[in-house]
Every structure is written in C-alpha cells, then in structure tokens.
C-alpha cells in the first residue's frame, strides 16, 4: 500500500468536511463522483444519484448556521481504486440565530461514518457517505440486557 496514495485519500476526506464547514456548494459538488453515487444522512432513508445526495447538502448547508467537525478514528483502506475510509465526526453545530441575531445554542453529536472514494483522473472522489449516530448507553440499558 502507497503511503502517498493513503494521504491523498485522507486529505480528500478532510477536504470533504473543511468544505461542509465552510458551507461551499459549489466546492462540496465537485467532491463526488458524477453518477452512482450514495448517501446516508443520520435518520435519513438511502439516497441515490447526484440531485438527490447534492440537493440533501444543500438543505442541510441552508439549514445550519455552523458546524464543525473534528475527526478521531480515521482509518484508510486500498483496494485499487477504491478507498474505504471509516471515521468518528464529533460534530459541534449551532441552530439557526434567535432574535437578537446571535447564534443559537451549540450541539454536539457523535456520528461514525464511512466514505467511500473512487480514483479518477482528478483524483479522489466521493462515492458514498453513510453516517449513523452513536447512541450513548446509560448503566440502566446495559442491566436490562443481562439475561434473567
């Protein structure tokens, strides 16, 4: 496995969620491939082809004030031309103003994702997104697992 093709993924990767924190359509659009593409928005149903999935980034860059993410858990598999990247996004993201034009109040969520990304001839792109929140167990949910 090529050290500089893992790094070219993962800066894909990072480039991905700079581009979803700075909010540019036009940047995030060219990120992924132009057909068969997939995506999976926590809570969200499967979508599929670039209207769908871009028209979801939108919405979701429409509806947020801010949003960052800081990655843990960034893991990078090869298979030709085809990387697997599995990732923890802590995310901190902020609801729409109040009244007084502030911010609203900031929220952290926990999502793991993984980000499938395609060789091409202008390097790596995204083939498909699929996050899914972490639920947090309480102490209460793991005792009404044990078997009686």
């Known amino acids: 496995m090529s050290r ?10 990072t480039t991905f969620y700079e581009t979803m ?3 540019d359509f036009e940047e995030l659009s060219g990120l992924w491939l132009d057909e068969g593409i997939s995506c999976i928005h926590p809570g969200w149903p ?3 082809g670039r209207g769908e999935v871009l028209r979801s980034y939108a919405l ?3 509806n947020t004030e801010y949003i960052q993410f800081f990655l843990t ?7 030709g031309d085809t990387a697997l990247v599995t990732c923890t996004e802590n995310i901190l ?7 007084s034009g502030e911010l609203g109040p900031l929220v952290g969520q926990l999502v793991v994702a993984t980000n499938v990304f395609r060789r091409t ?9 699929h996050g899914s929140p972490v639920l947090a167990e309480s102490d ?3 005792d009404d697992e044990t078997p009686s």
Do not use: C, F, Q, Y
Request: hydrophobic residues 40%; aromatic residues 4%.
């Open 4 to 13: 500089t093709e893992v790094e070219l993924v993962e800066a894909a990767n």
């Open 21 to 23: 924190e700075r909010g």
């Open 46 to 48: 499967v979508l599929t």
């Open 60 to 62: 979701i860059m429409a």
């Open 73 to 79: 858990d960034v893991k990078v598999s090869l298979a």
């Open 93 to 99: 993201s902020g609801g729409p103003a109040e009244e």
């Open 121 to 129: 001839s202008d390097g790596w792109k995204i083939w498909s997104h």
């Open 140 to 142: 209460e949910e793991e």
